[in-house]
């Protein structure tokens, strides 16, 4: 298995631009989450999913959308880029929510 | 909302040394779970240890062990015999449902 995955590992974007993060688990795990983590700061959750076709709100959410086609794939979506959003962003998932979060590897994000 | 707090921004310890890292948490909950994530400058989110709020008896994983005080709300950590590869960040997590909330860290640096 290969855990949970994160596409790109590092991207420059303009102010406005948009992209797609994307999240891939192969562990058949129901619950996924996106996650931000500024620079000396804790992570914070932006929106989460507990199944195919169902996601909801974090904490963070504005400037951000996402979609829950598959159990597998959970990608974050940023439409118009701004300078607030440079940050580190981490996907996760669990099986259950007893369980603990497996996290992916971390797309680092600037917006210049 | 759920908030954590750790006070320690940096803390230092000799190899070989014992040291304890604070957590304390605000919550009207009373089922929650309680982590000790590890960032070290890969950036991959690493679990140390994790606790259910309704088990009484502290969580020990190897060198790694917890002190939790659900009146009081706090969670410590203590690391035994420290190594430098414990060198890291350390994030104390709460989670209550989907909502998962983290500390802002305590960056930890082993000496020789």
């Known amino acids: 298995n290969a855990g949970v995955t994160q596409t790109p590992k590092f991207r420059i974007l303009k102010i406005g631009q948009s992209m797609t993060l994307q999240c891939t688990q192969d562990?058949?795990?129901?619950?996924m989450y996106w996650y931000r983590q500024d620079p000396g700061m804790g992570l914070k959750l932006i929106y989460y999913s507990v199944g195919a076709g169902i996601t909801d709100k974090g904490e963070v959410p504005n400037g951000y959308n996402v979609s829950r086609s598959t159990t597998e794939d959970f990608p974050l979506r940023l439409e118009l880029a701004a300078p607030s959003q440079t940050s580190v962003y981490f996907c996760a998932s669990i099986r259950t929510r007893q369980e603990t979060q497996y996290f992916g590897p971390g797309t680092r994000l600037l917006v210049l | 909302a759920q908030t954590v707090t750790q006070s320690q921004p940096e803390m230092s310890v000799q190899e070989a040394e014992t040291v304890t890292l604070s957590c304390t948490y605000d919550t009207s909950e009373s089922n929650y779970y309680l982590f000790w994530y590890k960032q070290p400058p890969s950036r991959q989110m690493i679990l140390v240890i994790r606790?259910?709020?309704?088990?009484?008896q502290n969580a020990t994983e190897n060198r790694f062990s917890v002190n939790f005080q659900k009146a009081a709300k706090s969670f410590s950590l203590k690391i035994s015999d420290s190594q430098l590869g414990d060198t890291a960040m350390y994030f104390c997590?709460?989670?209550?449902?989907?909502?998962?909330?983290f500390g802002a860290g305590t960056r930890l640096t082993v000496k020789p």
């Open positions: 606790q259910e709020a309704y088990k009484q």
């Open positions: 997590a709460f989670m209550r449902g989907n909502d998962m909330r």
């Open positions: 562990m058949n795990h129901n619950y």
